[in-house]
């Protein structure tokens, strides 16, 4: 084992690790693109505090499953959009906010992978598994997303570092604090049943003689509760629930992706393939990119659990691997839309046993451990780094909604990527509506397509014939692109019997106006 460090050396270490990945985080926050979910998920949240309900308008919902979400919002878990809540009134609301919650949830995930190594394997090794954690790009980009994922993930970690750290000394309280906090994962996303799994095999694994029929039934307490919670609100309108809830288990990820949630249950062997190249590949960017080698890396300090005895048995890697693991298997099974930003209930884990393995392996060899930190570090920051200068949030962002802004007068609908809801306002003129009023019949004085868009409507060519047909008829006979930068493309609607765009516009490509 390596040797013990000070209380002191340990704070500094601590304190310089979660230094560096709030540097990081922060970085990537002020320069990342926008997204269309993080204006879907803060939605609600939005309308809960300026108006006093948990509903959804920013995405038109007539003709199809989201139908009723101007009512009440089922789509999602709720409580996202609660903690949301007190964060707007505490802090206000803007994009920044909003990211901010996830990167305070990213710090929590953090500590909380640091408390459960630290008690598995001790300081050193916990130290070393925070680090890679705090530095892997995957991690950071869930940090600053908008998202629900990190504050689930954050949640399901703390409730395994409450219950390894506290069963020895009290059980119970172990085991009621553990799955409140797990209960509240799991109302924040599905996804709190990968670490829900987890932290059941590890209690099974390490205190089966000590677990009574008495402590299974206090475990399940706070999910009764929550479940009660949330079914007062459900039953406000049961059928939107069922509507919305069966609507999403494909939703909008299906209908961009063709999968359903479920299908590697009929076929595991060729899911697994499709997990690999569709989930993994491209989270670690591809064939030929440099990320690969984390990968790689992950594999190997995984894997050395299965191939080493002496590994194997020990508690430590028996219990990370419960925590590594059955994630893992879970995605691969459950989560057919191979979505990779559920990876960041996967990654911190897999960082976590890495570290594991080379604590044990290479505690001889410093300077091998040293060259492989080296390269990780290297890799991950040059990832990290590539991000922040390509600055997507002002090269591409900013100048559509400035485009926008000063294009579109008051009261005129804009319809699109909900992405530019953050710049126009929640409270404008503004729908996002991938069918471009096919159910609504609304005609939008401006639809603002993205990369994400685009891939929407050319499903609709297999998926949907007669949508796409009124998408493309729409656009080429009412419409015309008047802004195209490499995130944005911009149609206005052209004035009635002139072919040419609303007054004072004229075509404008990455950003320059063509007159």
Not at 27 to 41: D, K, L, P, S, Y
Not at 204 to 213: E, G, K, Q, T, V
Not at 466 to 481: E, F, G, P, V
Request: hydrophobic share 50%; proline share 3%; with cysteine.
């Amino acid at each position: 084992m390596l040797p013990a460090l000070g209380r002191k050396r340990v704070a500094l270490a601590l304190f310089g690790i979660l230094g560096m990945f709030l540097l990081l985080a922060t970085a990537t926050a002020r320069t990342a693109g926008v997204h269309a979910t993080e204006a879907w998920f803060a939605d609600p949240a939005y309308h809960l505090v300026h108006h006093g309900c948990l509903c959804t308008t920013l995405i038109e919902s007539s003709g199809f499953w989201l139908a009723g979400a101007d009512r009440h919002t089922y789509w999602i878990l709720p409580l996202h959009a609660l903690v949301q809540s007190v964060w707007y009134r505490l802090f206000g609301f803007s994009l920044w906010t909003l990211r901010s919650l996830s990167i305070v949830s990213g710090a929590l995930a953090l500590g909380a992978w640091f408390a459960i190594v630290r008690k598995l394997s001790g300081t050193r090794t916990a130290l070393l598994a925070a680090l890679l954690i705090a530095i892997d790009y995957r991690f950071i980009q869930a940090s600053v997303s908008g998202r629900m994922d990190m504050l689930c993930a954050a949640m399901g970690a703390a409730a395994v570092a409450l219950y390894v750290t506290l069963r020895e000394r009290n059980l119970t309280g172990a085991v009621l604090g553990a799955h409140a906090l797990m209960a509240a994962a799991c109302f924040t996303h599905p996804c709190g049943v990968l670490l829900f799994a987890g932290l059941v095999a590890m209690m099974w694994s390490l205190d089966r003689a000590h677990l009574s029929p008495g402590l299974f039934a206090l475990a399940v307490v706070p999910y009764l509760i929550a479940a009660a919670l949330y079914g007062i609100y459900v039953l406000q309108a049961p059928h939107d629930f069922v509507r919305q809830f069966q609507g999403n288990i494909t939703g909008i990820a299906g209908e961009l992706g063709g999968g359903t949630r479920f299908h590697s249950l009929l076929a595991p062997l060729a899911g697994l393939l499709e997990e690999w190249q569709a989930r993994y590949l491209p989270a670690f960017g591809g064939p030929f990119s440099l990320q690969l080698f984390i990968l790689f890396l992950y594999a190997a300090g995984t894997t050395s659990s299965v191939l080493d005895p002496d590994f194997r048995t020990g508690q430590p890697a028996r219990c990370l691997w419960m925590l590594a693991a059955i994630p893992v298997i879970l995605l691969w099974l459950l989560d057919g839309t191979r979505q990779y930003k559920y990876l960041v209930h996967v990654v911190p884990a897999a960082a976590a046993f890495t570290a594991l393995w080379l604590a044990n392996r290479f505690n001889q060899h410093r300077r091998v451990r040293a060259i492989v930190l080296s390269g990780v570090a290297a890799v991950q920051l040059a990832a990290i780094g590539a991000e922040v200068r390509r600055n997507v949030f002002a090269q591409d962002y900013q100048p559509a909604v400035a485009f926008l802004k000063s294009r579109s007068s008051t009261g005129s609908l804009v319809m699109g990527d909900a992405s530019v809801a953050f710049g126009l306002g929640f409270d404008t003129a503004f729908v996002d509506d991938f069918r471009l009023g096919y159910f609504s019949r609304k005609q939008p004085q401006f639809f603002v397509t993205t990369g994400f868009y685009q891939r929407w409507i050319e499903r609709r060519q297999f998926d949907d014939p007669a949508l796409y047909r009124h998408i493309q008829d729409t656009l080429a006979r009412n419409y015309q692109s008047v802004f195209q930068n490499a995130g944005y493309t911009i149609y206005a609607r052209r004035e009635t019997g002139s072919g040419t765009a609303p007054s004072g516009e004229g075509s404008l490509t990455n950003g320059v106006a063509n007159k």
